[in-house]
């Protein structure tokens, strides 16, 4: 087995690609934001318009701003938890199936592939040498 070649290197040397990576934290500033104006901004014109003091129009927004913050930080932290503890599980499942039905998931692995137009001469290898790998094997099926 060979790794790449010095061609190759040189191709990937010269193309560097640069994707934007933070696409999940953009995602939940800009939702958290939204949601933490809209919130007190109107909870700020209801009482503006019950001819409240300005005091409890203050001191009602910023104990919103406060609830709204936990609510956002909580909401936030469970939804990571969730997923993190589906990916884990999922990961056992994988090494799981890995080490006990190794055949049907090297056919899972040759009905990825074939699903992208590759060949079973041209696949094969491939599945053979994931069979040989089996953390990159893992990896691979759980991308």
Do not use: C
Not at 68 to 93: C, F, N, P, T, V
């Amino acid at each position: 087995m060979g790794g790449i070649n010095e061609s190759e290197k040189y191709l990937l040397n010269r193309h560097k690609e640069h994707h934007f990576t933070a696409g999940e934290i953009v995602r939940d500033v800009i939702i958290g934001v939204s949601d933490g104006l809209t919130v007190p901004f109107a909870l700020a014109a209801g009482l503006s318009g019950a001819n409240v003091s300005s005091s409890i129009i203050l001191t009602a927004g910023i104990a919103e701003v406060a609830a709204g913050a936990i609510s956002m930080g909580l909401g936030g932290y469970l939804a990571a938890k969730s997923e993190a503890d589906h990916y884990y599980r999922e990961l056992r499942r994988e090494q799981e199936e890995i080490d006990t039905i190794p055949d049907s998931e090297a056919a899972e692995v040759a009905e990825i592939l074939a699903e992208y137009g590759v060949e079973p001469h041209e696949y094969g290898p491939v599945v053979n040498a994931l069979r040989k790998n089996p953390q990159a094997w893992l990896d691979f099926m759980m991308k």
